[in-house]
T-cell receptor
């Protein structure tokens, strides 16, 4: 089982719709969860992080974490063509000061005008 | 923009030669990471550092070594480059509380 799994997509949504991106992880000791956006040919940029169960909102983005089910999701409301990118889920594993940051393979999102 | 600089940005090298990539940060972040990104594989962790002179292996560490002699710099060395190490390499840093985790611009390495 992969440590961090994402549906590779592509996920296609119309402009103005809600895009839902999902991620599951295998290590129950994982502590922190991150969502990055990566445009083609660019480096990943941090969108949000979440530590606690529940929802965390930042503008049009909402991260949701369910540790019991070991999944984290990202909702993008009012999707715009500029949101078209690959979205990467990352998980920080536990272990004293020995912090690994492990990524899923990413989900390609296309927002159609 | 976060203060993370990778050098060089592009490099072409021959099989069997040693190569060193540098990551320099001005964020005073404790944690530093080297990843490679390849189509179909996503970002794979090579090595990481959790303090000066404290490093550990990631999932694809064979053929790579790292060093961190000061907080600002994390070096990745390919001891004897092979064609399979052709990739885009990213450095990332994170603060102690992991509230900030930023990437450098990436280094495109081609081994011919």
């Amino acid at each position: 089982q992969k440590e961090v799994e994402q549906n590779s997509g592509p996920l296609s949504v119309p402009e103005g719709a809600i895009a839902s991106l999902n991620c599951t992880y295998s290590d129950r000791g994982s502590q922190s969860f991150f969502w990055y956006r990566q445009y083609s040919g660019k480096s990943p940029e941090l969108i949000m992080f979440i530590y606690s169960n529940g929802d965390k909102e930042d503008g049009r983005f909402t991260a949701q974490l369910n540790k019991a089910s070991q999944y984290v999701s990202l909702l993008i409301r009012d999707s715009q063509p500029s949101d078209s990118a690959t979205y990467l889920c990352a998980v920080k594993r536990s272990g004293g000061s020995n912090y690994k940051l492990t990524f899923g393979k990413g989900t390609l999102l296309t927002v159609n005008p | 923009d976060a203060g993370i600089t990778q050098s060089p940005r592009h490099k072409v090298t021959e099989t069997g030669t040693p190569v060193t990539l540098r990551c320099h940060q001005t964020e005073n972040h404790r944690y530093m990471y080297w990843y490679r990104q390849d189509p179909g594989h996503g970002l794979r962790l090579i090595h990481y550092s959790y303090g000066v002179k404290d490093t550990d292996k990631g999932e694809v560490s064979d053929g790579y070594s790292v060093s961190r002699s000061k907080t600002e710099d994390f070096l990745l060395t390919l001891e004897s480059a092979t064609s399979s190490q052709t990739s885009v390499y990213f450095c990332a840093t994170a603060d102690r509380g992991f509230t900030e985790a930023f990437f450098g611009q990436g280094t495109r390495l081609t081994v011919v």
